[in-house]
């Protein structure tokens, strides 16, 4: 595989390097990843860009570095500095949205109706209504999961 002109440092137990190098994972978007305590150069041109310190997520792009940036900014970045990279993430982005607006809408609809349900004095109901509306929740989130698994949604 042909080295990416991205490059995320980051240290295992980090959950900002986590949470940034899933949602590029998500994005389909290919970047070199260096845990910098396995990497002692890398480890230095952590502290090279962060003011002596190793602050993680840092990335790489092409000349440019971004200490911590949040993952909707570096895939901006590397929208702007490296197209090529988000053709794929961009052409399968489209499919998400529907997804994400039957799944609010489906839970609105809960509830209101659970609303309704205790403001009429069936207490249980509405609980039973609250249970179904959390299942929706996770049942929709599974959906986009597996979709995504199979590179057919880009999940912002």
């Known amino acids: 595989m042909e080295a990416s002109p991205v490059t995320v440092f980051w240290r295992p137990g980090c959950p900002y390097c986590m949470h940034l190098r899933a949602r ?3 994005a389909r ?3 070199d990843e ?3 305590w396995r990497d002692p150069a890398g480890a230095a041109f952590v502290r090279s860009v962060a003011g002596g310190n190793e602050t993680v997520p840092t990335v790489r792009i092409g000349d440019h570095a ?3 940036p949040s993952a909707g900014r570096l895939i901006e970045e590397i929208r702007v500095l490296h197209p090529s990279l988000i053709g794929v ?6 499919t998400a949205e529907p997804l994400r607006i039957a799944q609010w ?3 609105g609809v809960l509830i209101f109706v659970s609303i309704l349900a205790d403001a009429t ?3 249980a109901l509405s609980w039973g209504i609250d249970a179904v509306a959390v299942a929706t929740y996770f049942t929709f989130r599974s959906l986009r999961m597996r979709a995504i698994g199979r590179g057919r949604v880009d999940n912002h």
């Not at 993430?89 to 489209?94: L, S, Y």
């Open 66 to 68: 971004l200490v911590n």
């Open 121 to 123: 004095g069936h207490a």
């Open 24 to 26: 590029l994972r998500r």
């Open 105 to 107: 809408i489906v839970i």
């Open 29 to 31: 978007i290919h970047v």
């Open 89 to 94: 993430a961009d052409k399968t982005a489209r």
């Open 34 to 36: 260096v845990d910098i």
